[in-house]
């Protein structure tokens, strides 16, 4: 059975996006803090006979980050969807708010991807996926969102970097930009987002998928 290690699982995009491919036959590894959340996430998939397991780890703490996927073992499918969600302005935020926001943004989504890339490359096949978003496509979209802008750009530029570095080893990088706010229309349920990450992992047309066009 195929794997797909969701880091950032919760109740908007991650579960879904672990809903999503359980529903293709992957096994779902749920990766987040809080054990108590994951494990009712889980339970939530087997009522529905899909099958699923979790991990728990910190996405801002690489040490923690790097133990939790050396246990889980490298999957088929990494999705990296870890997101420190904080508003603030570019002419405002502390150096300590940008480095906080940086380390789960971008540092973690990294730190992930190295983690997994050595095994995919030595099996010739694998994915990893990011989670993106209109910021990372549109950085002045909304002022009051600076560092989430900053990093989603900077995620877009990691993702597009590893496909170019891995385009003939089998291994596939890509990201799924949101444009949009995540449960706020019928076409931006997370039901139907998750669908563009199966889309990308499954097409592999280009590395980037912005949903909705």
């Not at 749920?30 to 910190?58: F, I, M, P």
């Not at 002419?91 to 480095?99: F, G, H, I």
């Not at 900077?154 to 949009?180: C, H, P, Q, W, Y």
Request: glycine share 8%; net charge negative; aromatic share 6%.
């Amino acid at each position: 059975m195929k794997t797909v290690v969701v880091i950032g699982a919760g109740k908007g995009m991650g579960n879904a996006i672990a809903r999503r491919f359980a529903r293709e036959g992957f096994k779902a590894v749920l990766v987040a803090r809080r054990r108590e959340a994951l494990e009712a996430a889980v339970a939530e998939l087997a009522k529905d006979g899909l099958a699923a397991s979790c991990e728990t780890a910190d996405a801002s703490d690489a040490n923690s980050l790097a133990e939790a996927i050396d246990r889980i073992g490298t999957p088929d499918v990494l999705v990296y969807n870890a997101a420190f969600m904080a508003g603030g302005k570019a002419s405002e935020l502390t150096p300590d708010e940008m480095v906080a926001h940086f380390k789960t943004d971008v540092v973690g989504a990294q730190i992930a991807a190295k983690c997994v890339i050595p095994a995919m490359r030595e099996r010739g096949a694998g994915a990893i996926i990011f989670t993106g978003g209109l910021f990372g496509v549109h950085p002045s979209a909304d002022a009051n969102f600076a560092c989430m802008s900053m990093d989603k750009s900077a995620l877009r530029a990691l993702a597009l970097m590893l496909n170019s570095e891995l385009k003939d080893t089998g291994v596939f990088a890509g990201i799924v930009n949101i444009m949009g706010v995540v449960g706020s229309e019928e076409r931006l349920s997370p039901e139907r987002v998750s669908d563009a990450y199966w889309e990308l992992y499954s097409k592999r047309l280009d590395f980037e998928i912005c949903y909705p066009q």
